[in-house]
């Protein structure tokens, strides 16, 4: 088989795994139902992913990268420092109001492999890179530690928005709090 349909092929199966896990939940995500989804047999389906739990890596790694080039498309766009910044909040919690998060929930009690938690672990560096890269930008001290903090920020919006919070609001609040708690900073 050309690369070429190879390739058209696994898209297709990551696009009905994708498809059955916003509307099914990991559970409903097997390689006998996506394959069926996409005209392949279960046993066809192999040939991509050694298991429903490979597939639903694959599925993650594709949702990270996505997530990834809208945030960092949406920094680059802003100046250097506190407006990256700002972009970096802000596309991070409309992205979660657009329903782009779901696929994190409902990831989030399959028991992946160790290696697979790494590799995401990699690539949750890899997303925050433009968040850091602001601090540093900003000469904030220890701008890891601060980066933790206001990740821990932005995923509190994000709890908030899933249960129905306005995304619009919690990023304007979330922006003030960082913003004021960075101009207070003194290094001890």
Known sequence: MDTGRRENRRAALLAAARDDLLNAG?????LARVGSATGLARSSVYEYFGSSGDLLAEVAVLAFGEWAAD???AVDDAEPGWPQLQAYVSRTLMMVSEGRHDIAAALDKVDFTAAQREKFRGLHIDLTEPLLRSLVFLDVPCPETHAALIQGMIDGATRQISR???????????????LNGL??????
């Open 71 to 73: 945030v960092r498309a």
């Open 26 to 30: 990991a559970a409903g995500v097997t």
């Open 164 to 178: 129905g919070a306005d995304a619009l609001q919690l990023s304007a609040i979330t922006c003030e709090l960082i």
């Open 183 to 188: 101009s207070t900073i003194r290094v001890p």
